[in-house]
């Protein structure tokens, strides 16, 4: 089966453990691939081996500009955990960081990694995570390249669950793609809302805009209101590269559901997809997905 296609090397990853995301230099061109590095060196890395007395750091698993993440585990229970360490640079990234902090404790979903506790020293904040072994999809991509539909089906309905739960909760991941859709077992997991917000901010153009490939339109040009319809062309992106096994070389439309583009997947995944994909008044909730008769008729667990 064919790989799936990027327009530069491939990305480091280690297997079998929680990696967030990586992506090419930020001054690559906006219409083309990019999403956030994990591999830059200017990444601070956690202070200590021990976090707050509790914590053990056992192994990096990735790190990126503004953050590392290890796999630890607690001294007291041996319990393995996920710890995001956010180097506080400026009160911006303090606030960032408690910002992500009080998402993850608003939430409460089996597929969004659970926040442990937050343990804060002189350098950095620590996020402590309920640990979730598998490999991210876009891992998955790059080892075997397209996905059959049932099977693309089957990740798209749980992640249609998971962001209808989010918005119901007035909360908008802002960063859905690949990278951040962990694929643990029979389930999906939803990581990383560094850059999540509550329904209704307004978004300045510039503004911790996400990943540029994975960005509804509306988002580009701000100011824009924070809702759930970002997350929805973003999972349409993700649903692209799951059918074709590529990337989008330009910004993202409904051209992307054409025959031409996908011509071996069948029109009721296109016709999803190209709502997806829609001006954002006619583009599909989550809720509404949930009733796409694509997903009703070919959607199970992985």
Same mark, same amino acid.
Request: aromatic share 6%; charged share 25%; hydrophobic share 40%.
């Given at each position: 089966m064919a790989k799936l296609l990027l327009p530069s090397a491939a990305l480091e990853r280690r297997p079998g453990v929680q990696t967030p995301c990586e992506e090419e230099d930020s001054e690559a061109d906006d219409d083309a691939f990019s999403c956030k590095s994990w591999d830059?060196?200017?990444? /601070?890395? =956690?202070?200590?081996?021990?976090?707050? @007395?509790?914590?053990?750091?056992v192994q990096r698993i990735g790190r990126g500009g503004v953050a590392s993440m290890h796999q630890g585990k607690c001294l007291r229970t041996g319990r393995l955990v996920?710890?995001?360490?956010?180097? !506080?640079? %400026?009160?911006?990234?303090?606030?960032?960081? &408690? %910002?992500?902090?009080?998402?993850?404790?608003?939430?409460?979903?089996?597929?969004?990694?659970? &926040?442990?506790? #937050?343990?804060?020293?002189?350098?950095?904040?620590?996020l402590v995570l309920e640990y979730s072994p598998g490999m991210d999809l876009m891992e998955m991509l790059l080892q075997s390249g397209p996905m059959e539909e049932e099977s693309a089906a089957n990740i798209i309905q749980q992640m249609v669950e998971v962001l209808a739960y989010c918005h119901s909760h007035g909360i908008v991941h802002r960063d859905v793609k690949p990278e951040n859709i962990m694929l643990c077992g029979d389930e999906i997991m939803l990581v990383d809302f560094g850059?999540? =917000?509550?329904?209704? !901010? #307004? *978004? +300045?153009?510039?503004?911790?805009?996400?990943? /540029?490939?994975? *960005?509804? /339109? +509306?988002?580009?040009?701000?100011?824009?209101?924070?809702? @759930?319809?970002?997350?929805?062309? %973003?999972?349409?992106?993700?649903?692209?590269?799951?059918?074709?096994?590529?990337? /989008?070389?330009?910004r993202a439309s409904p051209a992307l559901s054409s025959e031409s583009l996908l011509p071996d997947v069948s029109p009721g995944a296109r016709d999803f997809l190209a709502q997806l994909l829609a001006e954002p008044a006619q583009r599909l909730s989550a809720s509404q997905a949930r009733e796409h008769p694509w997903l009703v008729s070919c959607g199970c667990r992985i």
């Open positions: 830059r060196t200017r990444t /601070p890395d =956690a202070s200590t081996e021990v976090i707050g @007395g509790q914590f053990e750091l996920a710890i995001k360490t956010i180097f !506080k640079e %400026s009160t911006v990234d303090r606030k960032a960081a &408690l %910002s992500e902090a009080a998402v993850l404790r608003a939430l409460d979903h089996s597929q969004i990694n659970r &926040l442990v506790t #937050v343990v804060e020293d002189e350098f950095n904040i620590y850059l999540a =917000a509550e329904v209704g !901010k #307004v *978004l +300045e153009e510039g503004e911790d805009e996400g990943t /540029p490939i994975y *960005l509804a /339109p +509306e988002a580009r040009c701000g100011p824009v209101s924070c809702d @759930g319809s970002l997350d929805m062309f %973003s999972l349409g992106v993700a649903l692209f590269a799951m059918l074709s096994g590529r990337l /989008p070389t330009h």
